[in-house]
């Protein structure tokens, strides 16, 4: 065997040693590569845990604090409940007692006959009425709104009506 020969087996045994040492620095490299990679992929995924956690934790104390919203809502609805259960049993006792007028137990007596305090000057709301001026007419003239004049219109006629009845109750 020649030298050739010799050399030839060197020439391959010094490739396979290349090809070797090549592998081996690539699997390495690769590795470090890889072990790169899985650190920060894991620090990625702590970071989303503890970004979950936090969420959590918001959402734990957003529970807690509709939590005792809800339980406050529960004792209002629960006492306007009994308000109205209340209020129910009295309308009930109400419709068996017998009828009354109830508008004439909240209306107050007021004096018509008895001149309003105005100066001389000024006419009486209800003289002008009784000369056939509207509504509108009467509050120009005695300075008040439309509303009051109603009312007290509506007030003068309410209890011209109850004096009505009260005569004929009277003769009867």
Do not use: C
Not at 11 to 22: G, K, N, P
Not at 127 to 147: F, P, Q, R, Y
Request: glycine share 2%; charged share 35%.
């Amino acid at each position: 065997m020649g030298a050739e020969y010799y050399l030839f087996a060197v020439f391959v045994f010094a490739l396979a040693l290349i090809l070797i040492v090549l592998l081996v620095w690539g699997i390495k490299k690769n590795k470090t590569k890889e072990k790169a990679e899985i650190e920060e992929k894991e620090q990625k995924v702590m970071m989303l845990y503890f970004e979950v956690e936090d969420m959590i934790n918001g959402l734990k104390e957003y529970v807690d604090v509709s939590r005792d919203q809800i339980e406050a809502n529960i004792k209002r609805i629960e006492t306007d409940m009994q308000a109205l259960s209340t209020v129910r049993e009295s309308l009930l006792n109400l419709r068996e007692k017998p009828q009354r007028d109830p508008v004439a137990e909240f209306i107050p007596e007021i004096a018509i006959e008895e001149p309003l305090q105005h100066d001389e000057a000024q006419i009486s709301l209800f003289d002008l009425h009784d000369e056939g001026h509207d509504v509108d007419n009467i509050a120009k003239k005695m300075n008040l709104s439309k509303t009051e004049v109603a009312f007290m219109l509506k007030m003068k006629a309410y209890q011209s009506n109850e004096k009505k009845d009260d005569n004929n109750d009277k003769k009867s």
